[in-house]
């Protein structure tokens, strides 16, 4: 039987499925158990356990300084600053990205100038936009925003002017004005798609969340693992790293959900 | 007064000319049939109909009014594909019929309730009331044509195109889908024009047959002439029009 043809059985593919973070889990464990026996102060790999203990530690114990439980703190300010960002990205993203679609004379003018923006690396801003907006939230979310935004209005313009001609046609038979065919035509059928793209931009948008709070925050996710860096604490780097991958799959996968909940009709490609 | 006059009208692109000096006229309610090859600008015909192309010479005039420069709302079109709003459901699809021309794209209140009932009418008509609530990506091929036709005929439009609406059909749907148009146009008087591949199509349903072709044909370079209509047939009777005696000739009449 041809390799293509073989399909596996529910239990099967569950345990496929399940197989490699144990695999994973497994490696690592042995591998902290090798350093660990050689040296029982050995910083590197921390035995799971330990990442465990630290943990229960950083979720449930306030700062001995401030007596805040600093990962909350952490995680609600980088989830702020994330939320801010796409939101403002997707926003923008879609009402520009429907103009380029939709109207000739807005493609003229922006497509060209949009696709030039897309190609500056939006890591080589952020010293300027410290710069300009000083080292507060305002420059984190202008960095998640410039990161995310090209790529948000590139795919929904595309998007936009796939949508068959024969619809807009159609449209404009039944008496539609361009804002109607935007509002009942386009909107709709390019929503699917945004929701599409934002879960593709919360990988770059976690990227330079970090990659900015590791330079200049005073709390946040980013901020506090390359804070205990210096004290090579890597039960926290683990915890924190866990935490972000956890909230990033959740999003994701909230979002999913969502675009299957809100846009039944669209069943293909989500 | 013809209803549906084209005169003296070209097309090309850049400078491949596609149909060259076509002039028909049309009279209200009837059902013209328009065949030729592959290429000889019956679809681009059809959007000039439309008027989603403009003609780089001479104009089409519908009723009298001025030339079109974009489809609006007295043309109703049915394309082969894509005819319907995916993202609406049948019902939605029909009250968009008459919403679209409303400042919001939608009614409100009352006009919403009326226009659902009249939409819930319309479908009982094409057969497609069991259906009103499902998206038009679960029915069938034909009941999206049904469909289309239907939302088309809820805008009201003066003239109906068909774009090869029964192309990507299968014979039995086909057959099927002639009697809901004949039915439907015996119903509504409508002016239609109709594209299409099927010469058995065209005869059986029209009541006149343009085809298109191109009058003079280069060899070298085939693109160098445009198309136009080359026979204007009348199709009516099964397209033996004279069949029926105009006069009375005192000869073979004495049958009965």
Not at chain 1, 64 to 92: E, N, P, Q, V, Y
Not at chain 2, 97 to 123: H, I
Request: aromatic share 8%.
């Amino acid at each position: 039987m041809r390799a293509i043809n073989i399909k596996p059985s529910r239990p099967l593919a569950v345990f496929l499925t399940v197989l490699p973070f144990v695999l994973v889990f497994i490696a690592y464990a042995i591998g902290s158990d090798i350093r660990l026996t050689a040296n029982p102060s050995d910083k590197l790999l921390p035995a799971p356990s330990t990442i465990w203990d630290t943990a229960v530690r950083l979720t449930t114990e306030g700062d001995r300084r401030s007596g805040r439980i600093l990962f909350w703190h952490d995680t609600w300010a980088s989830l702020k600053r994330l939320a801010l960002g796409i939101g403002i990205s997707a926003s923008l993203g879609l009402v520009i990205g429907l103009m380029i679609g939709l109207l000739p004379l807005a493609r003229s003018f922006l497509a060209q100038f949009v696709a030039v923006l897309s190609m500056i690396p939006p890591l080589a801003l952020l010293p300027i936009l410290f710069i300009v907006f000083g080292l507060g939230e305002l420059s984190k979310v202008v960095l998640i925003v410039i990161g995310t935004l090209p790529f948000i209005i590139r795919d929904l313009s595309q998007r936009t002017i796939e949508v068959p001609q024969e619809l807009l046609v159609k449209a404009q038979t039944l008496g539609a004005s361009s804002w109607v065919i935007t509002l009942r035509v386009a909107l709709p059928q390019v929503m699917p798609r945004l929701i599409q793209a934002v879960r593709l931009s919360l990988g770059p948008a976690w990227l330079f969340l970090i990659a900015a709070e590791a330079i200049a925050a005073d709390l946040g996710l980013g901020y506090r693992i390359f804070l205990v860096r210096r004290y090579l604490a890597m039960d926290v780097i683990l915890t924190y790293v866990i935490w972000i991958t956890i909230l990033a799959f959740l999003m994701d996968w909230t979002l999913r959900a969502m675009s299957r909940k809100l846009f039944p009709w669209a069943e293909e490609g989500l | 007064m013809s209803f549906v006059t084209v005169t003296d009208v070209f097309q090309s692109y850049g400078r491949r000319p596609i149909i060259e000096q076509v002039n028909v006229s049309v009279d209200e309610g009837e059902f013209i049939s328009i065949v030729g090859a592959s290429g000889c600008g019956k679809s681009t015909f059809l959007r000039l109909l439309l008027a989603q192309e403009n003609p780089t010479r001479g104009e089409v005039r519908i009723a009298g009014a001025p030339p079109a420069v974009e489809p609006g709302l007295d043309r109703g079109v049915v394309f082969q594909r894509y005819s319907v709003f995916p993202h609406m459901t049948v019902r939605e699809n029909v009250v968009a019929g008459e919403s679209l021309r409303r400042p919001w794209g939608r009614f409100f209140g009352a006009d919403l309730k009326a226009a659902r009932t009249r939409a819930d009418e319309t479908l009982a008509r094409c057969g497609l009331d069991h259906v009103a609530d499902q998206y038009p990506a679960t029915l069938s091929g034909g009941m999206q044509q049904r469909l289309a036709i239907g939302q088309a005929l809820a805008a009201k439009p003066r003239i109906l195109l068909l774009d090869e609406p029964f192309g990507a059909l299968d014979p039995g749907t086909r057959l099927a889908m002639h009697d809901f148009l004949r039915d439907l146009r015996a119903e509504t008087g409508m002016t239609v024009f109709m594209v299409t591949h099927d010469l058995e199509e065209a005869f059986k349903l029209g009541d006149r047959v343009l085809v298109f072709d191109k009058p003079r044909w280069d060899p070298q370079d085939p693109s160098l002439n445009g198309a136009t209509i080359t026979y204007d047939f009348d199709a009516r009777d099964g397209g033996i029009p004279f069949q029926t005696l105009k006069e009375d000739t005192h000869v073979l009449q004495d049958n009965g």
